[in-house]
């Protein structure tokens, strides 16, 4: 998507060969004309796929996850990092080790958000080693949802995230495929 690589070429930093950091557009200010070009884009891509609903991950996917959702008439739950006294019921929960935090923690979704029957969409803003993923799923799968497939606003290609999800046979549709960012550069696959 190509406002969204000039995006990360003009305002994104490197900050090691394995982080970048968009939090001029993404993860801290967001720039809501580009957040609504993504929702179009995984719109566009999933519109077929007969989602029902769209899951994500606090804080950073929900931007992203709103767009996509107003485009395709579907509700957004966002799994939650922290407990809340309001949710009181048996929590679906999966554990997650940050890669930006490098710390392991349960993210959960109220049971009453997922049914079986429906089929779900998966947005997240960054795919890296693919934890923040893998909970996801196994949160869906416990609902005994299907998982439809994943929109990937930034995939780090060079992580082994997007193979594992290749190998386990989800549809995986990424905005930026960053294929390396060594030596302080971000070079895009395609
Ligand atoms: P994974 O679980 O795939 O290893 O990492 C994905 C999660 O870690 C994303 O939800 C995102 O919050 C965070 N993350 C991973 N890599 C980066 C990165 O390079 N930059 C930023 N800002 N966040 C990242």
């Keep these: 998507?190509?406002?969204l690589h000039k995006k990360i070429r003009e305002e994104g930093i490197v900050l090691s060969d394995q982080v970048l950091k968009v939090d001029a557009f993404l993860n801290h200010q967001i720039d809501?004309?580009?957040?609504?070009q993504i929702g179009d884009e995984f719109a566009r891509l999933f519109k077929d796929a007969g989602v029902t609903k769209i899951v994500t991950i606090e804080a950073s996917g929900i931007a992203p996850a709103v767009m996509t959702g107003l485009n395709l008439g579907v509700p957004v739950i966002f799994a939650r990092k922290h407990q809340s006294l309001t949710l009181t019921e048996n929590l679906l929960t999966a554990?997650?080790?940050?890669?930006?935090?490098?710390?392991?923690?349960t993210v959960a979704i109220s049971p009453r958000h997922l049914q079986a029957t429906d089929r779900v969409l998966v947005i997240d803003d960054f795919l890296a080693n693919g934890k923040a993923s893998q909970a996801l799923i196994s949160i869906i799968k416990q609902a005994g949802a299907e998982v439809a497939g994943l929109g990937i606003v930034i995939e780090k290609s060079f992580q082994g995230g997007r193979a594992e999800l290749d190998a386990q046979g989800y549809r995986v549709e990424s905005l930026a495929r960053v294929k390396s960012l060594a030596g302080g550069k971000v070079t895009f696959i395609d």
């Design 32 to 36: 809501p004309y580009l957040m609504k």
């Design 95 to 105: 554990s997650v080790y940050s890669f930006t935090k490098q710390t392991e923690s």
């Design 1 to 3: 998507m190509e406002a």
